[in-house]
C-alpha cells in the first residue's frame, strides 16, 4: 500500500491530512504531522492503538502486529485496519481518527516536559 492510497483511504478525515510514509524495517511509517500512527508491512495497514483505543479495534475483528527476533515473539501497538473500514470510507476515518489520537498520546507521553528556568532574584554583581 503506497501513500496515494493511504491518503485515498482516508480521505473522509481530513484532520489527518497531511499523510507521509517513511520507510522502515522494510516497511513504512504513515505519519499525521509528528506522529506516527501507522505502519504498512507485509502488504498490510496496521494502525495505532493503547489502552483506550484497543477495544474498539477489537470488537471490530482487527489483528495486532506480531514479529518473532532472536526466539521471541512480540506484539506491537498496531493493529489491522478492520476488514469493514477497508471498502468504508466513514469507518475508515473513525479508525483513522482513532490511531491518530493514540498516536498523539503516546508521542505526549514521550516528550519530557522542560523544567522552567529559574528566576534570579537578589542582586546583581
Keep these: 500500500m503506497d501513500q496515494a492510497a493511504i491518503e485515498d483511504l482516508f480521505a473522509a478525515a481530513p484532520e489527518i491530512a497531511p499523510i507521509r510514509t517513511r520507510g522502515m524495517f522494510g516497511g513504512h511509517g504513515v505519519y499525521a504531522g509528528e506522529a506516527m500512527f501507522g505502519l504498512v508491512a ?4 496496521y494502525l495505532k492503538v493503547d489502552d483506550e483505543t484497543r477495544p474498539a479495534f477489537e470488537a471490530a475483528g482487527a489483528r495486532p502486529f506480531v514479529y518473532e527476533a532472536k526466539g521471541a515473539r512480540s506484539v506491537m501497538s498496531y493493529w489491522t485496519l478492520p ?4 471498502d468504508d470510507p466513514d469507518e475508515a476515518a473513525r479508525f483513522g481518527r482513532l490511531a491518530l489520537a493514540a498516536a498523539r498520546r503516546a508521542l505526549a507521553a514521550r516528550r519530557p516536559r522542560k523544567a522552567p528556568k529559574p528566576r534570579r532574584t537578589g542582586v546583581s554583581p
Design 83 to 86: 476488514d469493514a473500514a477497508q
Design 42 to 45: 507485509y502488504g498490510e495497514l
